[in-house]
C-alpha cells in the first residue's frame, strides 16, 4: 500500500536558519503530494502541494518539488522564524476505488528558537 | 467566512458512555472525512462520506458509527465498543473526493475517556 516516510523530529534550529524536512513515498501510481501544517492544539492547514512530476509547490518561503525518480518531497524554507514552530506532515493523495486516499507521514515537530 | 466547525474543543466523558462529535462545514463541499491522531502516529481515517447519504468505513471504523443527512454536516458517534477512545479527533472535506483536492481541516476535538 501506500506509504509515507518523513523525518523524525524534534528538529530545532535558530531563527534565520534553513530548514530542510524530508520526505519520501511509496505509491501505486501518480499521486498528489501535500504538505500540511498543524499548530498546537489545531487542525492541519494546507501549506503547499505539487500534483504532478516536477510540479514545484511554493508559500510562505517554503518549497517542495515532486520528484518522480527519487519519489522525495523534501519541505525546504531559506531563513525559519520562530512563528514557524509548528508539526509539519507530509502527505500523498491517490484515487482509490473512486475516492481520495490520502496517507499522511507521522509529523515532524519543528521548534524555533530566538 | 467559509470553513469547518467541530464542537466542543474539549470533552470528558466516562467508560461504557456513547458521545457524539459535531463536524459542520459552510464550503459546499462534496467529500467529508474524520480522522483520528495519536501522538506519534500521524493521522487515521475513521470514515469518509462521498456524497449525501453515503459513507464508507475507514481504515480504523470499529467502535466509530457516523451519519451524512445533509451535505454540511458530518457528525461521528463514538461507541462504548471502541476500546480505546481518548484523542484528537479530526474532521475534513474537500471539493471532490478526487486525488488532486487538499483537504480543509477543523480545529479538531479532543476526547478524554476515563
Known amino acids: 500500500g501506500d506509504s509515507v516516510t518523513q523525518m523524525e523530529g524534534p528538529v530545532t534550529l535558530s531563527e534565520e536558519a534553513c530548514l530542510t524536512i524530508?520526505?519520501?513515498?511509496?505509491?501505486?501510481?501518480?499521486?498528489?503530494l501535500f504538505w500540511y501544517v498543524q499548530y498546537p492544539g489545531e487542525g492541519l492547514q494546507l501549506l503547499l502541494k505539487?500534483?504532478?512530476?516536477?510540479d514545484k509547490g511554493s508559500n510562505k518561503g517554503f518549497e517542495a518539488t515532486y520528484r518522480k525518480e527519487t519519489t522525495s518531497f523534501h519541505l525546504e524554507k531559506g531563513s525559519v522564524q520562530v512563528s514557524d514552530s509548528a508539526v509539519y506532515f507530509c502527505?500523498?493523495?491517490?484515487?482509490?476505488?473512486?475516492?481520495?486516499?490520502?496517507?499522511f507521514g507521522t509529523g515532524t515537530k519543528l521548534q524555533v528558537i530566538p | 467566512d467559509g470553513g469547518i466547525t467541530q464542537s466542543p474543543k474539549y470533552l470528558f466523558r466516562k467508560e461504557g458512555q456513547n458521545v457524539t462529535l459535531s463536524c459542520e462545514q459552510n464550503?459546499?463541499?462534496?467529500?467529508m472525512y474524520w480522522y483520528r491522531q495519536d501522538p506519534g502516529q500521524g493521522l487515521r481515517l475513521i470514515y469518509y462520506?462521498?456524497?449525501?447519504?453515503?459513507?464508507q468505513k475507514g481504515d480504523i471504523a470499529e467502535g466509530y458509527s457516523v451519519s451524512r443527512e445533509k451535505k454540511e454536516s458530518f457528525p461521528l458517534t463514538v461507541t462504548s465498543a471502541q476500546k480505546n477512545p481518548t484523542a484528537f479527533y479530526l474532521c475534513?472535506?474537500?471539493?471532490?473526493?478526487?486525488?488532486?483536492?487538499?483537504?480543509?481541516f477543523g480545529p479538531g476535538t479532543r476526547l478524554t475517556v476515563t
Open positions: 462520506s462521498q456524497i449525501v447519504n453515503d459513507f
Open positions: 502527505a500523498l493523495s491517490e484515487g482509490s476505488g473512486g475516492y481520495q486516499k490520502v496517507t
Open positions: 475534513a472535506s474537500s471539493i471532490s473526493p478526487t486525488s488532486n483536492y487538499e483537504q480543509y
Open positions: 464550503l459546499n463541499h462534496d467529500a
Open positions: 505539487a500534483t504532478k512530476a516536477d
Open positions: 524530508n520526505c519520501t513515498y511509496t505509491a501505486t501510481g501518480y499521486p498528489s
